[in-house]
């Protein structure tokens, strides 16, 4: 018997569960095992979008950047038939999250992968922009350093330039506003930057404007889910 392994999407804002469609929940109740990012919000999430999902009827494991005893539980799993749920923290798994370490052991084992539509946040962001959706490249987190952060800022610049294509970034939501500071600081007048802030939830901000047009505004992103575009093509 194949092994099919499903990738759940997950709601990005708690209140927005109508962001999920609704055979999400046929999907995880042919499910046996569910590996999760965060076991704790995973449950909660499906006791909101189900009540007849028995959550304890599920064997559950964190995938904590997958271990290799993660790992080997999971291919014990394959081997015997089980239907597999991944779980994201937020969006959707295999998407700036570590569940794509246990797809890639999943296509290796030859198991049938259902990737499931659900919100990402890179997307939905991209899509809002009104940056460039054909060329782009997601670069997850920059430098800590603000020395290597600022080198950084200006390769990923030129390279927008170069090859016209929006660059996306995220940063510990705690330091989005020394991020935007250091992006204010480094990139000439004319690029674009786009601030896209708790999509999806009721205080959804998404706008795009220049560096001077950004210098003029007043913004405080502490400790907001952002995701951080730029276009200097």
């Known amino acids: 018997m194949n092994s099919n392994i499903f990738l759940i999407p997950t709601v990005l804002d708690e209140s927005a569960l109508q962001t999920i469609p609704p055979y999400i929940i046929d999907a995880v109740k042919a499910c ?12 909660r999430f499906l006791k909101a979008i189900c009540k007849d999902i028995i959550i304890d009827d599920y064997t559950w494991y964190t995938i904590h950047k997958t271990e290799d005893e993660v790992i080997a539980a999971f291919q014990q799993h394959i081997k015997e038939g089980k239907n597999i749920a991944i779980m994201s923290e937020a969006g959707c798994p295999g998407i700036a ?3 794509q370490i246990l797809v890639a052991v ?4 030859n198991a ?3 990737p499931l539509v659900g919100p990402s946040s890179i997307l939905l962001a991209l899509m809002a922009s009104g ?5 782009f490249e997601f670069l997850g987190y920059l430098p800590i350093d603000v020395q290597e952060r600022t080198k950084a800022i200006v390769a990923l610049e030129q390279n927008s330039h170069k090859k016209k294509s929006t660059q996306l970034f995220i940063e ?3 330091r989005n506003n020394q991020l935007l500071e250091t992006l204010l600081k480094t990139c000439k007048p004319n690029t674009r930057i786009c601030i896209a802030s708790e999509i999806t939830s009721a205080n959804e901000y998404i706008k795009t404007k220049t560096v001077a047009e950004w210098k003029q505004e007043k913004l ?3 400790k ?10």
């Open 224 to 233: 907001k889910p952002v995701i951080f575009l730029l276009y200097a093509g």
């Open 97 to 99: 999250d570590p569940g």
């Open 112 to 114: 049938r992968i259902h």
């Open 32 to 43: 046996q095992v569910i590996f999760a990012e965060n076991e704790r919000t995973a449950r």
């Open 220 to 222: 405080d992103l502490h």
């Open 172 to 174: 510990t939501p705690y």
């Open 131 to 135: 940056m460039n959706g054909q060329q």
């Open 106 to 109: 999943a296509q290796q084992m």
